[in-house]
């Protein structure tokens, strides 16, 4: 097998595991299959988060915060293992962040940094590489006390969440606009098959229905900012940000499979760092650097003179490290303590503010089976998966609801999507178990066990309609799914305008029986600001978020 | 500076023709009114088959097979062929409004549904669409229901609904006017109703007439403000050839989601029915009420839709 060989199957593996990767996001959906045998347990059929289980940065964080390393994040020894053997293929082979910037990089520019010349100078190694290193240090520091913060930097969880909450609504947006203006053209010829192109698109990207989510503006922004700067560096996300490839870099300190460089061959030509994706330093006279190497082998592969090879136990202790004997990783002792203790003293800060201690915002209702919130943070990596998956819209990432810390993690906005009763695909798809994962008796509860609570609901009598109007409505009452139904009515006389005497049902929120669905806020019809809401307290993961002295069980 | 004449004129005619391009779309869009909140038909469509008087209106059939029910209860209005002739094109209605299973009764039984396409197309149907606008998600609504497989497997085209489906009607009503209504109940040949009967606290009951909030699109919460009006304005729009309801299990408190199997209680009964008001006030004697007592009943019947003494018009009960 020649180098090409492998370099093209290195394509191909790229190619291979985007599209593996988002496949499983577009399936991270409902799974509309009317012929399903099990009418009560709706269970997707594919293991749709398991490409962020295999993720060694959320095991390794998430084991720190939570002291377990949850369902399937076992699965992600299967990338460090190896990559304590060979370096970082994770990066240059899997990655689908990775592939995407590499793609993005690829594009030819006129600019002059970025080709010949420049390019070659830009790809030699760069001391603002250490920078992650760094940001992973500090992260981990974070997860040490506590807080989890990995996510928003976790390459998959960042694509999963920026493909799933921005890129997919932005294409369906998009496509309806477009089949709107062949609609208005009015020709049937074009507006029949711009339907049938539209179909074919929907089937195969878009959901059911149209989704909208709170805060994307930041989503779509961090995600587009990372995108661009692969036009000012190769890979400028991969090798300067980071915290996944960072930690890769570190396990591979000790690979046994490396560049061996043959001096006497080279001629100096500079193909090699043309070339180079890692941005470390392939060409002779450098110290090559492992921990930055994505094992691309487009060094080996653009080298005309065969000085370059990737070969086992490379044994050049000159070439390989730096000659000056400092660590492979390039970073300083000093500057990693000063990292882990910022991340300490970032988590102390958020967690000196009021943001859940002792203000938890009312509002921030939390997916149902969700961990106590001091855990539920301990463990959401914001894949934004639960919110991918919600079949009402209802989940959304938080912009500051829950705090800077719990950014851009679920919360559930009724008014958008209410929490489907016997629906328990957030749980299904959650990677790490922030959120449980139910069975729909767990959720609906039954005589013995008490069912599983996100609220409760509250009337805003001064905007009811039978309240504050003297009309009838009850559509709270018809939409409550508990039984018996948590919202219970009332007939009462009322006075009109006129003093002439009307008869009103008016509701009433029994806290014993509301689960906190929001059902009854998402149907309300005083639709700006509704006449019935929910707020967190009731919920079942915090004992001490409670009205009640004592709950009835069942 | 020397032009030639050729330049001189090729320029100005570009210039010219650039200048009569911005003005003729200045002028041509200037003030323009678009369309899109007029209505699309503003005629009530009808589907009722001739009134023949050598059928009872309402017939009500008791069976444990609900098919077998279905069987007598139709055949005693007339068989299917009275209603539905070879190659017309049938909307099954049938309330699918909620995620709940067939035992809750919150949704027509799936059973039902499936013999009804059957039926339907066996009398020759060209095609059989089998829809509702649910009030929960509808792929949940549709699945759990059980109808969404039933009626697919039966061999009807089962329609979730979708924003693009709608249109805009002017129903002509006291109170509703223009409204979106699924284009299904609209553009067909025959349209049955296969309502399920259940308890509300607003309305006292979800049979029939009821059911045909289920065509509407928008906010339609907002019409509990006068229920009974508004049921009375749908169902004189939306005259359906036959009227289907199930009584097998009656969701007789709890209503209209229910839940709880405590809520249910079984009827085994079919009715068959050219006269909804009628057949609504039949139906409603399983909730412990008679068609008076209900408000839309009693108005529909006012404003002459249908008869509030089903005995009156034509009932037969067949207990098999």
Known sequence: ??????????????????????????????????????????????????????????????????????????????????????????????????????????????????????????????????????????????????????????????????????????????????????????????????????????????????????????????????????????????????????????????????????????????????????????????????????????????????????????????????????????????????????????????????????????????????????????????????????????????????????????????????????????????PTGAIREMSVKDKVGSTDIPPNRIGTAFIDRGRCLPWAMATPCIVCEEWCPTSPKAIYLREEKVYNRKGSVVVVKRPYVDPELCTGCGACEFACPVVDKRAIYVTSVGETRSQDNQILLERKKG | MEMERREFLKKTAKAVALAAIAGGTGLYFHNRVRDTYLPVITKPHTFPVPLDRQFPQVVLAKHTDPTIALQYALDAVGGIKRFIYPGERVTIKPNIGWDRTPEQAANTNPILVAEMVRLCLQAGASEVIVTDVSCNDPRRAFMRSGIGEAARQAGAKVVLPAKEDFIKVNMEGELLTVWPVLKHFIYTDRLINMPIVKQHSLSQCTIGMKNFYGILGGRRNKLHQRIDQSIVDLAGFCRPTLTVIDATRVLVSGGPQGGSLDNVEMENSVICSTDQVASDSRSVEFLGLRGEQVGHIALAAKAGLGQLDYRAAGYREIIV
């Not at chain 1, 070439?319 to 000063?338: E, F, L, M």
């Open chain 1, 1 to 430: 097998m020649t180098i090409t060989t492998v370099k093209n199957l290195r394509r191909v593996s790229q190619v291979v595991f985007f599209l593996v990767f988002f496949w499983l996001i577009l399936k991270t959906t409902f799974p509309v299959d009317f012929s399903s045998a099990s009418q009560n347990e709706i269970t997707i059929p594919y293991p749709v988060s398991i490409a962020l289980e295999f993720d060694p940065l959320v095991a390794v964080a998430v084991l720190l915060t939570s002291g377990t390393i949850y369902k399937g994040l076992l699965w992600s020894l299967v990338i460090l293992i190896p990559t304590i053997f060979i370096g970082r293929f994770f990066c240059g082979w899997v990655c689908p962040l990775g592939s995407l910037n590499q793609w993005i990089s690829e594009i030819p520019s006129e600019r002059r940094g970025r080709k010949g010349a420049g390019k070659i100078k830009s790809n030699r190694y760069h001391k603002f590489q250490r920078i992650k290193y760094y940001i992973l240090i500090f992260f981990l520091g974070a997860a040490l006390t506590g807080v989890l913060q990995v996510g928003l930097l976790d390459p998959l969880s960042l694509l999963a969440r920026s493909v799933g909450t921005v890129i997919l609504p932005m294409l369906h947006v998009a496509a309806d606009a477009t089949l709107g203006w062949f609609k208005a053209i009015g020709f049937p010829p074009v507006m029949n098959l711009a339907q049938k192109v539209y179909d074919m698109f929907a089937w195969l990207f878009l959901t059911y229905r149209q989704v909208h989510y709170h805060a994307v503006i930041t989503i779509g922004l961090f995600f587009v900012i990372i995108l661009i700067l692969n036009r000012l560096f190769t890979r400028f996300w991969c090798r300067a940000i980071c915290p996944l490839g960072a930690l890769l870099g570190i396990c591979s300190r000790f690979a046994i499979f490396g560049l061996k460089k043959n001096e006497s061959a080279c001629d100096g030509c500079n193909a090699c760092l043309l070339n180079c994706q890692g941005g470390d330093n392939p060409a002779i006279g450098d110290p090559w650097r492992q921990a930055e190497c994505h094992l691309c082998l487009n060094c080996q592969a653009s080298c005309p003179t065969g000085a370059l090879k990737f070969t086992f136990f490379p044994n050049q202790k000159v070439t390989q490290t730096n000659p000056a004997g400092t660590p492979k990783v390039d970073i300083t002792r000093r500057k990693a303590v000063a990292s882990v203790v910022g991340g300490i003293a970032m988590a102390a800060l958020y967690r000196t503010g009021d943001a859940f201690a002792v203000n938890s915002n009312p509002y921030l209702i939390r997916p149902p089976g969700s961990q106590p919130e001091h855990d539920f943070l301990a463990r959401c990596i914001r894949c934004g998966q639960c919110m991918r998956v919600c079949p009402n819209n209802a989940l959304h990432p938080t912009l500051l609801e829950a705090g800077l810390e719990g950014l851009w993690s679920p919360i559930l906005i009724p008014r958008i999507g209410y929490c489907e009763p016997t629906c328990t695909l957030c749980g299904q798809v959650c």
